[in-house]
């Protein structure tokens, strides 16, 4: 069993319904659903691009998915999730892009938000003692993968794309053959026409559960960002 915090917008909002439907699969529904068609690419074809990325669902990853530390619980991750999210304000940000990162498609920010940050910021940190720790994953982290510092974060929060290296985005597409990337990309840009640009307040933060090795995700539960409580420095709009 691992657990994660995402940013997962509501599925029946239109970014929601976008994102599940270029994926297949509906996050909060746990359940699969019928393809977006995409201008100029099969469905046979953006299944194949989507298999891992179907299997996470549509989201922002704030705190990646990790394993109960022994003595913790579910119940001490929705604590210390909701105690968090009572502590971080609601963000907006100007809009969505579509963008590519390294040999996938996402959508990101317009702009970057130091506010996003610090909401990622502080799930990484506040939830890291329920964060069982272990040896180094060297299939998926290669010795000499990563920069000095983000070996750093990875020794200290088991991921190395935290802190000052987090980058908010909503995963598309798996790794794409170098020529696929520019047609996907401008695909997505048609198919998202109405969404793309359009203010959008991030207000809420899920737990999510994965079950066993390879099941999809699942969404165990979702919490407001209320920022009710000062007794830590996250800043507001």
């Known amino acids: 069993m691992r ?3 995402y940013y997962v917008p509501a599925a029946d909002s239109p970014l929601g319904d976008f994102g599940a439907r270029v994926l297949g699969y509906d996050i909060e529904r746990a359940a699969a659903g019928e393809r977006l068609p995409l201008p100029g ?6 299944v194949q691009v989507t298999r891992r990325a179907a299997r996470y669902g549509f989201h922002a990853t704030l705190k990646a998915p990790f394993r109960l530390a022994a003595g913790c619980s579910k119940i001490d991750i929705l604590k210390a999730t909701a105690d968090t999210a009572d502590r971080c304000h609601p963000v907006t940000v100007p809009g969505l892009e ?43 982290w290669p010795p000499g993968s990563l920069s000095a510092h983000q070996e750093e974060l990875l020794d ?11 980058r908010f985005h909503m995963t598309l597409t798996d790794a794409l053959d170098a020529d696929e990337v520019a047609v996907f990309s401008d695909a ?5 026409v109405g969404l793309l ?6 207000d809420s933060v899920t737990v999510m559960e994965e079950s066993s090795p390879a099941a999809p ?4 539960a979702r ?15």
């Open 217 to 220: 995700f699942r969404l165990a």
């Open 41 to 46: 690419i099969g469905v046979d074809r953006l």
């Open 197 to 202: 640009g359009v203010p959008l307040t991030i």
């Open 156 to 166: 200290a929060w088991g991921y190395p794309y935290v802190l000052d290296q987090y």
């Open 188 to 192: 997505l840009r048609m198919a998202g």
């Open 3 to 5: 657990y994660a915090i």
């Open 98 to 140: 579509v963008a590519t990162l390294g040999n996938f498609v996402a959508l990101r920010p317009l702009q970057h938000s130091v506010e996003l940050d610090a909401i990622a910021a502080a799930f990484v940190q506040d939830l890291d003692p329920l964060r069982a720790k272990g040896p180094r994953d060297e299939k998926r």
């Open 223 to 237: 919490f407001r960002l209320r920022g009710l409580r000062r007794d830590r420095a996250i800043p507001s709009e």
